[in-house]
């Protein structure tokens, strides 16, 4: 069986209230709305990356910026780093784009490009455009949130702070996927937080 590979930064979207309030389940398919808010890095197809040897990597002085974000207390503000947009395939998918010109832009890109590299990874996409997904919409109703002017207040007043690189692997013709933390600045936050964001979903839904 061929085992695929993505390698990602967990991040901690903080938004003031939930975006299940305004992206309605009906427009949703697929992963859904995403509480597990992540950068990718590098998606290796039918790959398999030692996570070990990724994490060498990962011990880059040129990634001491994420480090030392990590461990801090501080946020950045979700609309200077981002700007909201879609990728459309056989869904919609509602995302958050990585402006070109901030410091996180340049060490996603310069990592996308030395990981390609060292394991020569082909992608099946042109240019490696960093974003953070925040849900799968059913094809054709991205267009409906990127005019939402509740989302758009929602994002202006929504924070932002990278957290820990991230590996998972998963296998052809399966829909799991195992994911292991490669740093753990914080990894414990983040596993209550993504509790706490699953039963606030519940609730809403609960009360609609």
């Not at 003031?16 to 990718?40: A, K, N, Y």
């Not at 869904?91 to 996180?104: A, C, G, I, P, T």
């Not at 932002?160 to 490669?182: A, M, N, R, V």
Request: hydrophobic share 35%; net charge negative; aromatic share 10%.
């Amino acid at each position: 069986m061929d085992t695929s590979s993505c390698i990602m930064l967990a991040c901690n979207l903080l938004t003031p209230i939930s975006l299940g309030s305004i992206i309605i389940d009906e427009d949703l398919e697929g992963e859904g709305l995403v509480l597990d808010s992540h950068i990718t890095i590098l998606y290796a197809k039918e790959q398999h990356l030692d996570k070990t040897e990724i994490l060498r990597e990962l011990e880059d002085r040129n990634l001491n910026y994420l480090k030392n974000f990590s461990i801090s207390d501080n946020y950045l503000k979700v609309t200077d780093l981002f700007e909201l947009g879609k990728f459309s395939n056989e869904s919609d998918h509602l995302v958050l784009r990585l402006k070109n010109n901030s410091e996180l832009y340049a060490k996603m890109k310069w990592l996308n490009t030395k990981l390609t590299g060292k394991y020569k990874i082909e992608s099946e996409f042109d240019e490696y455009k960093p974003h953070l997904t925040l849900a799968q919409l059913k094809l054709g109703l991205a267009d409906k949130y990127l005019g939402n002017e509740t989302l758009q207040k929602i994002l202006e007043d929504s924070m932002f702070q990278p957290e820990d690189f991230i590996i998972s692997y998963g296998i052809s013709g399966e829909d799991e996927w195992k994911i292991f933390d490669l740093t753990h600045h914080r990894s414990v936050d983040r596993f209550f937080r993504l509790r706490e964001l699953k039963q606030e979903l519940q609730d809403l839904r609960n009360n609609i």
